[in-house]
């Protein structure tokens, strides 16, 4: 089955600086990499996802990018704000099986 | 969330007990998902569904049982046999129409006692 690796675990940025987050997948067959935030208490909003056809796919200041001879897609967060501080989640799905597999999740720590 | 809601937010149970979480949905999405969160990891899925009356079970469904008699809802129900149940349970749909992306609810916390 599909295996996601995402680093770092923990990650802290000074305001106004960039973050950046990392997942490796294992199945070439997936196609569909969405990425969620994570607040204390709630469920998981998506965010941005990129499809296997595109290398690259931006909204305001979040952009994804797509390696997919690679097999690893990152998540890339500009001008950071205190309010960006969440728990990050990547995830990839494959077509065959239906089914998102998870990484493990970065805590990202804005510092004001 | 906004559209799927989970309740009750917090649960608490006794050993030996048999607990059910609620999901309910008004998106008209087809598929619906379980999932487990412990704290630092990712989500772990109990079981799915695609269809009404039709489920699946996924990578952890030892000690669970779901139904799915109307599109809108899929129950979960933790049974005695799940040795670990304290975890935060979350809800997910997929449309057909947009078959991969999920939409979380607000999830519900469980707590044996």
């Known amino acids: 089955g599909e295996n996601v690796e995402q680093h770092p675990s923990t990650l802290s940025v000074q305001e106004g600086d960039s973050a950046v987050i990392k997942c490796t997948y294992s199945?070439?067959?997936?196609?569909?990499f969405p990425w969620y935030k994570q607040e204390l208490g709630k469920g998981p909003q998506l965010i941005i996802d990129?499809?296997?056809?595109?290398g690259e796919k931006k909204d305001q200041r979040i952009a994804v990018t797509l390696n997919k001879t690679a097999k690893h897609f990152s998540l890339h967060i500009t001008e950071t704000q205190p309010e960006d501080s969440a728990v990050y989640f990547c995830?990839?799905?494959?077509?065959?099986?239906?089914?998102?597999?998870f990484g493990s999740g970065t805590q990202l720590t804005v510092l004001p | 969330d906004g559209g799927i809601t989970q309740s009750p937010k917090y649960l608490f149970r006794k050993e030996g007990q048999n607990v059910t979480l609620s999901c309910e949905q008004n998106?008209?999405?087809?598929?619906m998902y379980w999932y487990r969160q412990d704290p630092g990891q990712g989500l772990r899925l109990i079981y799915y569904?695609?269809?009404?009356?039709?489920?699946q079970k996924g990578d952890i469904a030892e000690g669970y049982s779901v139904s799915r008699e109307k599109k809108e809802s899929f129950p979960l129900t933790v049974t005695s046999a799940q040795k670990n149940p304290t975890a935060f349970y979350l809800c997910?749909?997929?449309?057909?129409?947009?078959?991969?992306?999920?939409?979380f609810g607000p999830g519900t916390r469980l707590t044996v006692l």
């Open positions: 995830a990839a799905y494959s077509g065959s099986a239906r089914q998102l597999t």
């Open positions: 199945d070439s067959a997936s196609n569909y």
């Open positions: 990129i499809r296997s056809n595109v």
């Open positions: 998106l008209n999405h087809d598929a």
């Open positions: 569904s695609q269809i009404v009356n039709d489920f």
């Open positions: 997910a749909t997929e449309s057909r129409l947009s078959t991969d992306t999920q939409y």
